[in-house]
Structure formats: C-alpha cells, structure tokens
C-alpha cells in the first residue's frame, strides 16, 4: 500500500501549512457524544446494506468497458456520459481530464475480475444516491457466492498536494494514473449515498486496489454517506489530500479499514468501523493504520488528519469469543500510527481488537508528549492482546500514561459491554446505538487545544455531546446501507462500462461529461479524466 512509481522531481511550493487544520472548524458537527451515534437516530438506516454476500441485485443489461485492464488499452471516457440501471463493469474505465460521470440514483454497477472505476486528475465523479435509492457498486457473482475481491474498486485522482518527491504519484494496483499538485480546492466531485461491495485486490505485494482510493483529493470533493464492505484490502486509503468526508462504513475488510498516507490532511466526522472474526488479510488488520510516509521521515505536508466520532468493533465479541483470534486479528491494532504520523483522533470508541493503541515510532511518539499526534476523549475497550504498544525507548508503560492523563478524557474498559452499546458484534443484526446508560453520552470536547494549530473545534464538525458515530435514537445507516451484501439479490447488467482490460493506457477513459444510471456492469478499469468545467 506504501509503495510509489514516481515520474517527476521538482520543488512544489504551495500556500499550506499544518497551521491551517484545526478541530475548530465549520466542519466538525460539535455533538456531546462519544462514537457515531446519539442513541435516537441511526444515520445508516435505508441505504446501507449488512448482508450483501445475499442480497438479491438485477442482472445487467449494459456493458460499460472493454474488458481490457490497462491504462492503454482499457476504455476511456472523454466527454460528458449518465449512467442508469444494471451495469456490467467489465474492464478499467477512465473518465478523462475533460469529463464528467453522472450515476443516476439507484444505479446498480457489478464488477467483473479486476474491473475498476478510475476518475483521471481533472475528471469529475457525480455519483448522488437517496436514502432509498443508493447506487450500489457490486459483485457480478449471484447471491451467497459473493466474496472479498470479486473486482477492484473505485479510485479517484486529484491535484491537491501530498508529501511524495516532487509533489506526484502514480495510483496504485497498474492503474497508472498520476496524481498530486498544488491546489488544495481540487474537485473531484461527489459521491453520496454510494455502497461498494466486495472490491480491493492484490496484485503483488505492497500494490493493491482499495475499496475506495484517494489520490490528492481536494477538499471541494464532497464525500457523504459511503459504505464499503468485504474489501480484499483497505476500506479506505488517502494518499496525500485534503477532502473531507462525513458518514464512512468500512465493513469485513481484510486489511486496514481507514489508512492514511503522504500528507493527509483532510477531516473525517462520523465513521463505522466492524469487523468479522473469520475475514482477515496475511497481514495484519488495524482500525486505523497511519504513515507520515513510507520512510518514516520528516517531510511535509505531514499526515495530519482529523478523526472524530469513529465507532469501530474489532473481532472479538467477548474475552472467549471467538476463542482463539486469528493471527493477524490478533496482531491488528485499533489504531496503530507509526512513521512520524501526526494523526488526531476524538470522541471516538473502540472495542474488541486483538491489540489496542499502537504508536510505533520515536518520531511519531515524540509529536504525540506535544499533542500533535493525540487522541482524546476516546474509550478503548476488550482489548484480547496489548492495550498499548511502542517501538520508541520510552516504553508500553509511557503510551498508557499518555493515553490516561486526565488532560486527554480518555479511559479503558475490560469489558465491551461496558460500553452498553446495543448489538454491535451480532454478525446477523448489527445495532451501533448506545443504550442509556452509556458512558459515551456527554462524553465530548471540541475546545481544548494542546496544539493551538491543530485543534477539534472547528467548523467542519458537528459537535454532538456522544462519543462515537450514533446519538442512541437516529441511525444515519438506515435505507441506504447493505449488511449483507453476500445474499442480497442485484438485477443483471444491461449496459456494461470499461473493454475488460485493466491498465491505465488500455482501459476505458471518459473524456466528456456522462450519466449512468439503471443496471451497469463494470468491466476493466474506466478513468474519468479532467471535467469540461
């Protein structure tokens, strides 16, 4: 996930600094609570879905790509195009520097092999599902025979600066497609109320397609109400980029569920994070996993991103469930930071991992005594194997100090279910709400500033008086979210996108502004490349 093609070596002066991110911002919702939920409303009702391995999709009716899976060769798009139905994605498709890809809501796009949507540096993604009408990027296998990779992913490629030599990369996983640059408004365009179901591959180590892949994203990107679920990698990775995002799932992922990379400086509000003791990589899985670079070293912009009201559930349930973690479940951390990462995380929980707080390096552990690297106001609970861990010479015992002062409002329980959270680790009815009672509720802080340059109160959040991603009463996953995707039953393909080849110079790019909707099948990798705007 670490490794970069670079292909330019210049100087890049751009006009941002750390200094601008702050907690303190219009942002960050200022709730009370800790976690993503309030205990009332559950923001994944409607368009989330728990069971995709099951659900019933419609077969396609359109191909979109060429089956090729190649820069050169797959399709690309090179002006305006919509959407709409079942869509077979076959190939790598690019929407190109000069166009736009409208999703029409309650588009149904299904993946054959490696086939991956690729939105070029200057392209533009217009993907905005409803509650009850998400456009859902899927497996093309039939219900119950769906699993973990089935086909690539979604990546997206902006002009906002990173951290890498010269200011650029190129995409990971063959896709190809550079990214980086000096403007931190980059648009990438939207994606709401969008699922991605059953991505991410491998195709040697250290080179892997995600379930949804930032590259220099910037923040006048809007990303809103995303799941991803059963990814063959990370949920999520940003490479560098300021693009913030609110209501994020990442479910039974194999590898890291939110990795940030390069210099990402974005915000992050609202997030779930739940696990499945039988699913994991040959690597060890993580929460979060955090890099200022790959080499560890100094360079700027560092990655500093802010997280807020995260609920994640790691594998086990209990102390004796499962029995025994799988290996790399039980050598995975709720957040493991290392490599001179300056990552912040707030008013969030996280219960039942193999290992707890892992702050791996002498540069990171250092920025975390001056609380540039901090985590605040945030429960660590079950924990199966070390609660805290780090490789610099202070020591576990001076990360678990750290992590208790009472200036930082965190604290530890043994047991998960003091955290009275109603069914978080039922694999066949998940329930993130807090129950009265709950200790996350006026568990919150959005003021203090340690480090008066980067702080939580800031306008991007919303500052809730809970810990954690749900109030108790309002669940934001409700209509929109899949839980299980596996069964869930997808109309075919009627229209297919890409030319089922899978390199940036073979795959589909589109160049001009275009709409999708009805049922799609994604073949190859598509590139939507710079927007006629």
């Known amino acids: 996930m670490k490794r970069h093609l670079l292909v330019l070596l210049i100087l890049v002066g751009f006009a941002l600094s750390n200094n601008a991110q702050t907690i303190n911002d219009p942002f960050f919702t200022p709730v009370s609570y800790i976690g993503a939920f309030d205990g009332t409303n559950d923001w994944t009702s409607g368009w989330t879905e728990w069971d995709p391995v099951n659900k019933v999709y419609p077969a396609p009716t359109v191909t979109k790509g060429n089956g090729l899976f190649s820069r050169a060769t797959g399709t690309h798009i090179t002006s305006n195009e919509t959407w709409s139905g079942t869509i077979l994605l076959d190939g790598w498709i690019y929407v190109d520097d000069g166009a736009e890809l409208t999703i029409d809501p309650g588009t149904i796009i299904r993946g054959t092999n490696k086939s991956a949507l690729v939105i070029e540096r200057g392209g533009k993604i217009k993907a905005i599902g409803t509650v009850d009408n998400p456009i859902v990027f899927t497996s093309n296998q039939g219900e119950g025979l769906r699993a973990n990779s089935d086909w690539g992913g979604i990546v997206l490629c ?8 010269g200011g650029e990369g190129i995409a990971e996983g063959g896709i190809e497609s550079p990214y980086g640059g000096t403007d931190i408004n980059d648009n990438s365009g939207v994606m709401k109320y969008v699922r991605i179901e059953f991505p991410g591959y491998e195709i040697a180590t250290g080179k892997e397609v995600n379930g949804l892949t930032f590259c220099s994203v910037g923040r006048n990107t809007q990303i809103d109400y995303v799941q991803v679920s059963h990814s063959g990698d990370d949920g999520y990775e940003w490479f560098g980029g300021t693009v913030n995002a609110k209501h994020l799932i990442s479910y039974k992922t194999e590898d890291d569920d939110f990795d ?19 699913i994991v990589d040959t690597d060890a899985a993580n929460g979060f996993e955090s890099d200022n670079n790959e080499a560890g070293t100094n360079i700027m912009p560092k990655t500093h991103a802010i997280f807020s009201n ?23 951390s709720a957040m493991r930071i290392r490599r001179n990462s300056r990552l912040q995380i707030y008013n969030s929980i996280f219960a039942g991992f193999g290992r707890g707080l892992r702050i791996e390096s ?11 690297l901090t985590v605040q106001n945030t429960f660590i609970a079950g924990i199966r194997g070390s609660w805290f861990q780090t490789d610099a010479a202070a020591g576990a015992d001076a990360v678990r100090d750290w992590f208790l002062n009472a200036e930082r409002n965190n604290d530890t329980l043994t047991q998960n279910s003091a955290l009275k959270i109603t069914a978080p680790f039922n694999y066949s009815a998940r329930n993130f709400q807090p129950m009265a009672g709950s200790p996350v509720f006026n568990a919150s802080s959005w003021y203090r500033q340690p480090d008066a340059s980067h702080t939580i109160n800031n306008d991007f959040f919303t500052k809730v008086t809970y810990s954690g991603a749900f ?12 839980w299980d995707p596996q069964n869930k039953v997808y109309p075919d393909g009627t229209t297919t996108k890409g030319n089922g080849l899978f390199s940036r110079s073979t795959g589909t790019h589109i160049a001009a502004d275009e709409t999708w909707s009805g049922n799609i099948l994604l073949d190859g990798w598509v590139y939507v490349t710079t927007a006629l705007h």
Do not use: M
């Not at 902006?158 to 030599?165: C, R, V």
């Not at 940030?260 to 974005?266: A, L």
């Not at 002498?362 to 540039?372: L, M």
């Not at 109030?471 to 209509?479: A, K, M």
């Open 158 to 165: 902006g002009k906002a600066p990173n951290n890498l030599t």
């Open 471 to 482: 109030d108790g009463t309002n669940n934001w996953t409700t209509g929109w979210a899949e």
């Open 310 to 332: 995260i609920s994640a559930f790691g594998p086990a349930a209990t102390a004796s469930e499962p029995t025994v973690l799988r290996t790399r479940h039980a050598e995975g």
């Open 362 to 372: 002498e540069g990171s552990y250092t920025a975390a005594t001056i609380d540039s």
């Open 260 to 278: 940030t990379d390069n210099g990402f400086i974005g915000r992050v509000q609202f997030g779930v994070i739940a696990r499945d003791s039988s």
